[in-house]
T-cell receptor
Framework: GAVVSQHPSWVICKSGTSVKIECRSL??????MFWYRQFPKQSLMLMAT?????????EQGVEKDKFLINHASLTLSTLTVTSAHPEDSSFYIC???????????FGNGTRLTVT | GNSVTQMEGPVTLSEEAFLTINCTYT??????LFWYVQYPGEGLQLLLK?????DKGSNKGFEATYRKETTSFHLEKGSVQVSDSAVYFC??????????FGKGTTLSVSS
């Protein structure tokens, strides 16, 4: 089945530093990748949609200069949290799909803790 | 706007009990509806889907029927097992853009 690998699974960083999270589709080409943030006991909140080769589309309220998304190839999207602050601490999840309404395939998520 | 309302958990059942997790939605047009499941320590995975009214999605003994008249997509299973313990998410998609998840319902099944 389709596999999405997300790395790292957890990361601790100091306030003011930047963190990059990778999302790879291992056995299929992902035309679209999505990035979510999950707060404790809350649903997944879509942050942005990224299409290969074009700029990401950010949801309202998400700072695009803070959460940089790059979808450089059909198998890789990256989320960079720039100048991280403790309030950015959260669980970040990516998903990918081949096309249209094909199912989403999720990474296992990245737990970010900013100290 | 588009939204998904999912019953809050946790839902605690004994093995072999009947399960219903309610999901209702608001949307313009004709969205596609999905249920995703997240087992402990794992990522989300698709459980079932329905892309048009009256469609029934089914998988692993779970079923959900896309009911446009009641704007619902309730998840059901006739006899749950301990291995069904997980978090279940209802999701709505429309026109390949709007992508909205419910808050998730935690199911705990005891033997």
């Amino acid at each position: 089945g389709a596999v999405v690998s997300q790395h790292p699974s957890w990361v601790i960083c100091k306030s003011g530093t930047s963190v990059k999270i990778e999302c790879r589709s291992l056995d299929f080409q992902a035309t679209t990748m999505f990035w979510y943030r999950q707060f404790p006991k809350q649903s997944l909140m879509l942050m942005a949609t990224s299409n290969e080769g074009s700029k990401a589309t950010y949801e309202q309220g998400v700072e695009k200069d803070k959460f940089l998304i790059n979808h450089a190839s059909l198998t890789l999207s990256t989320l960079t949290v720039t100048s991280a602050h403790p309030e950015d601490s959260s669980f970040y999840i990516c998903s990918a799909r081949r096309a249209g309404y094909s199912p989403l395939h999720f990474g296992n998520g990245t737990r970010l803790t900013v100290t | 706007g588009n939204s998904v309302t999912q019953m809050e958990g946790p839902v605690t059942l004994s093995e072999e009990a009947f399960l219903t997790i309610n999901c209702t939605y608001t949307a313009t047009g004709y969205p596609s509806l999905f249920w995703y499941v997240q087992y402990p320590g794992e990522g989300l995975q698709l459980l079932l889907k329905a892309t048009k009214a009256d469609d029934k999605g089914s998988n692993k003994g779970f079923e959900a029927t896309y009911r446009k008249e009641t704007t619902s997509f309730h998840l059901e299973k006739g006899s749950v097992q301990v291995s069904d313990s997980a978090v279940y998410f209802c999701e709505l998609e429309r026109a390949g853009t709007a992508l909205i998840f419910g808050k998730g319902t935690t199911l705990s099944v005891s033997s």
